[in-house]
């Protein structure tokens, strides 16, 4: 099953709860929980399904539940699928609390807060034959949906928040994140940036590197003096950006020309179809999401919600949903189907965990240390909040 790429908005932005960690890197960032304890419900999974139920109500991002499969599975299961599009993760986590959806398709930075508080319960993949083998390691058994041995959440795509630049304006490829930090910038007033108090992550990263002796191993995990170096390094930034871009603009800054090199997502290229744009890793790392189906505690239509994780896990409708929306699949046997799968594989670094082992997945931070200090409190959602107000001014 193949769609054109659409320009779906994705709206991952990070709000107040309980923390995710980063991905595995070669530098020590934390894969798993790295011991982290967070008590959660007792929930009991589903052990037996049923007959399914007459439908099916899910939250979740544009792109991710159209027509061009929905219709199918419809035709499938008689399980008549109802999708309300959220367009932010606090609005997903508000929408399941009303008791009103069975599904949600949580970024990260959503699906831990549903977790501890209830909200969905834990799965049993038996039930799921297509979550299998096939679904990238590196989507499998994170924080963000997989805690005590329980695992919450069914893989859907996964994609970083890269180094975009205009080739014809930024002539000489760059490796390194400074051509966006450093006040010397060629390229200053033509830098986007992301508006949201999670991109003070990006700094830390930046910091890491260039300021080892600030001692940051986590982005997500800042006392407050590494809080307020990265603060100062996003005033300074503050002076060279053109734009600070939204979901809905996110290709728009570029296109447009307000903007020449910045951070951005990998489907700008594909959306546009202009080669003049590129992306790329810089050597710092970079910060990222991951996305995966979540099933409410209280679900009307349980059986039907297992029935659609089953089926948007196969490799040709996983495949569908990640080409649309733009993003590497969960499913990596989609990248073997066709030489088109092949190339959004390629393109998305799908099954490439190298690539995403220099990824920080986007993580909500709490005063509780990620990184394992247990001599200083970290800083907490509120207060990258209020930093971020001081840097937008």
């Known amino acids: 099953m193949n769609k054109k790429l659409l320009a779906a908005p994705i709206?991952?932005?990070?709000?107040?709860?309980?923390?995710?960690?980063?991905?595995?890197?070669?530098?020590?960032?934390?894969?798993?929980?790295?011991?982290l304890q967070i008590d959660v419900p007792e929930i009991p999974a589903i052990e037996k399904l049923g007959e399914n139920e007459k439908e099916l109500n899910i939250v979740a991002w544009s792109g991710f539940v159209e027509p061009a499969w929905a219709d199918q599975f419809?035709?499938?299961?008689?399980?008549?699928?109802?999708?309300?599009?959220?367009?932010?993760?606090?609005?997903?986590?508000?929408?399941?609390?009303?008791?009103e959806y069975d599904l949600v398709?949580?970024?990260?930075?959503?699906?831990?807060?549903?977790?501890?508080?209830g909200n969905?319960?834990?799965?049993?993949?038996?039930?799921?034959?297509?979550?299998?083998?096939?679904?990238?390691?590196?989507?499998?058994?994170?924080?963000?949906?997989?805690?005590?041995?329980?695992?919450?959440?069914?893989?859907?795509?996964?994609?970083?928040?890269?180094?975009?630049?205009?080739?014809?304006?930024?002539?000489?490829?760059?490796?390194?994140?400074d051509v966006v930090w450093e006040k010397d910038s060629p390229y200053a007033g033509k830098i986007a940036a992301y508006d949201s108090p999670i991109y003070i992550a990006?700094?830390?990263?930046?910091?890491?590197?260039?300021?080892?002796?600030?001692?940051?191993?986590?982005?997500?995990?800042?006392?407050?003096?590494?809080?307020?170096?990265?603060t100062e390094l996003l005033k300074q930034q503050n002076e060279m950006v053109s734009e600070y871009w939204s979901p809905a603009t996110n290709v728009t800054s570029f296109t447009g020309g307000n903007s020449v090199v910045g951070t951005s997502w990998e489907v700008l290229r594909k959306a546009t179809q202009d080669e003049k744009f590129k992306s790329v890793l810089p050597k710092e790392g970079a910060t990222g999401w991951s996305d995966a189906w979540m099933l409410a505690t209280d679900s009307k239509s349980p059986n039907c919600a297992y029935a659609w994780m089953d089926y948007t896990s196969a490799?040709?409708?996983?495949?569908?949903?990640?080409?649309?929306?733009?993003?590497?699949p969960a499913n990596g046997a989609f990248c073997e189907l066709n030489d088109e799968?092949?190339?959004h594989c390629d393109y998305f670094n799908a099954t490439d965990e190298e690539y995403y082992k220099q990824v920080w997945w986007w993580t909500t931070p709490i005063d509780q240390c990620l990184d394992g200090r247990t001599d200083v409190q970290c800083t907490n959602y509120q207060d990258w909040t209020n930093a971020w107000a001081t840097v937008k001014g």
């Open 120 to 177: 969905v319960q834990p799965l049993t993949t038996d039930l799921i034959p297509n979550f299998s083998d096939d679904i990238v390691e590196g989507m499998k058994g994170q924080l963000y949906d997989t805690l005590n041995g329980n695992v919450y959440g069914i893989p859907i795509g996964r994609g970083a928040n890269v180094l975009q630049y205009n080739s014809e304006a930024v002539t000489e490829a760059p490796d390194s994140w």
């Open 11 to 35: 709206a991952m932005a990070a709000v107040l709860g309980l923390a995710l960690t980063g991905c595995s890197s070669d530098s020590g960032a934390p894969a798993g929980d790295g011991g």
């Open 315 to 328: 490799p040709d409708v996983n495949g569908a949903i990640a080409m649309n929306f733009g993003m590497g």
């Open 202 to 230: 990006d700094a830390a990263i930046y910091l890491m590197e260039h300021q080892p002796d600030l001692g940051i191993t986590n982005p997500y995990a800042l006392d407050q003096e590494q809080l307020q170096a990265a």
């Open 105 to 117: 398709s949580a970024s990260g930075d959503a699906s831990l807060r549903l977790i501890v508080d």
């Open 74 to 99: 419809t035709a499938d299961t008689g399980c008549v699928v109802n999708r309300k599009v959220a367009a932010t993760s606090d609005e997903m986590v508000q929408l399941m609390r009303t008791g």
């Open 341 to 343: 799968a092949k190339a």
